[in-house]
């Protein structure tokens, strides 16, 4: 379905220095450096799939996702989606695949988002009656009855995402490539924008490839995740595997009885707020009243014993064992890779 | 660019880049209207040849000469050179890439739809001209009409070609605009936007006659002036033909070439 070989993108980026004597330097002598972008990246992706393609800003994830959709063409390796190499972006591939990006727009920005389906059902000669039924389900599932008439400069974002994905969708491909499709979406419209995703997905057994910034995008739609940083393949496995391997630890949260001023055992952490006794203090909200916890991060295999020890010495107590926020797994993640 | 599929969607791009022309409707007419260089140039020229003809062409041949140059500038001339520009440098042809047909069909849809509105307003201004200057006699042979138009449309595709390669530029520079500027300068002179070529020197004439800015406008303009006699048209149409062949490579090159390199920037 999708196989990834060696994967390298190597931009050359013309380097200026600034100001008037920069500018006239330039003519005469151009300085290039290389940036690496993707460095040798190899996975593959069955057929049905939903995999999150994660790592930080500049990591080479869209870069990666552009060469799969034929839009970049490789500095080296391999790449084969469905049997084609998009870099020749034959006919038979294009109309297979779709790349929805958050941040470009294929609806005409003048013109309602009515007319781009028009437009793409000739482009991707799709059957009257399919048209019909595709627009039908996509304007229930993602409710663009209302949105459908009016010109794209007059919807909101999160209208046009939901149009532009809409859009992507007419031709139903088998493979979806979703860079950042819930980027500066509320969190209402970024649940329905993942909601439609999973149903499509289960609806037409399509790939689904997706970029995300938003970790509730990840966990709810990927069970696998291929993590890259500086260009390199550094994770390809389970989203429950993962977690484990980078942040193992357990959160234990402990809110003594009201009262309660001694000192719990290491590694408890003494709370951020200003003390015990904040507990259920009218017009808190939770949130604050959490500042009045002790916090411990501690492996699974720990956690009955330093519970144990802090209870004999705190009786009472709330306690609450945490599993860590996917968040901060992966500000660990790339803060390691940062200092690699 | 598979031809049933370009038969099929041709008229859906018809109707949709005729909703957009009427959506950017006062931006069209601007731009229709900005390109009234041949009436200042007839105002001149017709004031050069008051005492007599200028190159053997008199104040009447002058003014059909850019009668007829204002015409067959309204249906040759294109902008996809400054889409093309905008849409590489920004990124914003990654999403046009995606689909199954190449974006150069919609820019050729984008100007023939226009064609119209663009004989709309040019209408009334040849009118006025006739008018001024009755004697004229601007062609009205069928068969003279029906080649001028030939010609018309085959230094539109010269026009359109070249404006491709131009455009297609942008994937190696970002200066690629100054380039064609200087293009286009050269040819204001030597494709007889500023004058007949026929009022150059002759060793210049020699030159121009070969040069592809003939073939993107001064052919049609001498055809149906008048200017050429009917026993050149074929002669004429030929060089046409092969600038057409030329330019159509060097624009393929430029753009399969270009792609290649695409940075698809933006996102």
């Known amino acids: 379905m999708i196989r990834v070989s060696n994967l390298r993108k190597i931009y050359r980026v013309p380097q200026r220095a600034p100001g008037l004597g920069g500018a006239f330097r330039s003519l005469f002598s151009r300085e290039v450096r290389e940036v690496r972008a993707v460095d040798g990246v190899s996975f593959e992706i069955a057929p049905g799939e939903r995999v999150g393609f994660l790592g930080p800003n500049g990591a080479g994830k869209t870069t990666t996702l552009k060469m799969l959709a034929g839009l970049l063409v490789p500095t080296a390796g391999e790449l084969s989606v469905l049997g084609h190499v998009p870099a020749r972006r034959d006919v038979k591939l294009l109309e297979r695949i779709t790349l929805v990006m958050g941040q470009k727009q294929q609806l005409l920005w003048d013109l309602p988002p009515r007319d781009t389906f028009e437009l793409n059902r000739a482009l991707y000669q799709i059957p009257d009656a399919e048209f019909r039924e595709t627009v039908e389900e996509l304007t229930r599932l993602l409710e663009l009855a209302p949105l459908l008439g009016r010109p794209t400069r007059n919807l909101s974002l999160g209208e046009r995402m939901k149009c532009e994905l809409a859009a992507a969708l007419l031709h139903r491909p088998a493979v979806l490539f979703l860079d950042e499709p819930t980027i500066g979406l509320d969190v209402v419209m970024q649940l329905q924008v993942r909601q439609f995703i999973a149903a499509w997905n289960a609806r037409f057994q399509s790939t689904v490839l997706l970029t995300s910034h938003y970790m509730d995008d990840v966990q709810a739609l990927c069970p696998r995740v291929i993590v890259i940083a500086r260009g390199t393949l550094r994770y390809d496995g389970s989203l429950k595997g993962l977690v484990e391997r980078h942040q193992p630890l357990r959160r234990v949260r402990l809110r003594p009885v009201s009262g309660f001023s001694g000192a719990l055992p290491a590694p408890f952490r003494a709370p951020v707020g200003a003390g015990p006794g904040r507990r259920g203090v009218p017009g808190e909200s939770d949130e604050e009243s959490l500042e009045a916890d002790h916090v411990a991060d501690v492996p699974p295999g720990d956690v009955g014993a330093l519970l144990h020890a802090a209870l004999t010495l705190c009786p009472g107590a709330d306690v609450r064992i945490e599993e860590p926020p996917l968040e901060e797994v992966f500000a660990r993640l790339f803060r390691a890779e940062a200092g690699a | ?267």
Do not use: K
């Open chain 2, 1 to 267: 660019m598979t031809p049933p599929r370009v038969l099929t969607a041709l008229p859906t791009l018809f109707r949709i880049g005729a909703a957009e022309m009427t959506a950017y409707r006062a931006e069209v007419l601007i731009w229709i209207l900005t390109s009234t260089m041949p009436l200042v140039m007839l105002a001149i020229w017709d004031a050069v040849a008051a005492d007599g003809p200028v190159g053997g062409l008199s104040q009447a041949d002058l003014a059909r000469y850019f009668t007829v140059t204002l015409v067959v500038r309204q249906l040759t001339s294109c902008w996809v050179v400054w889409e093309l520009n905008q849409a590489i440098r920004t990124g914003s042809l990654s999403p046009q890439l995606l689909r199954p047909l190449s974006p150069l069909w919609f820019h050729a849809v984008r100007h023939w739809v226009a064609l119209p509105l663009r004989i709309a307003v040019l209408l009334p201004v040849v009118a006025l001209l006739v008018v001024w200057r009755p004697e004229m006699a601007l062609p009205a042979d069928p068969l003279h009409l029906a080649v001028a138009a030939l010609a018309s449309l085959l230094a539109w595709l010269v026009v359109f070609a070249f404006q491709v390669a131009f455009g297609a530029l942008a994937f190696w520079s970002g200066q690629s605009l100054g380039l064609f500027n200087l293009w286009f300068g050269l040819w204001t002179i030597f494709g007889g936007y500023l004058m007949p070529l026929s009022v150059m020197p002759e060793a210049v004439q020699a030159v121009a006659t070969y040069l592809p800015f003939r073939s993107m406008l001064s052919v049609p303009v001498e055809i149906a002036a008048g200017l050429l006699p009917p026993a050149a048209w074929p002669g004429a149409l030929a060089l046409q033909g092969a600038w057409v062949l030329g330019a159509g490579v060097i624009a393929r090159l430029a753009w399969t070439r270009g792609l290649a390199r695409y940075g698809a920037f933006g996102a």
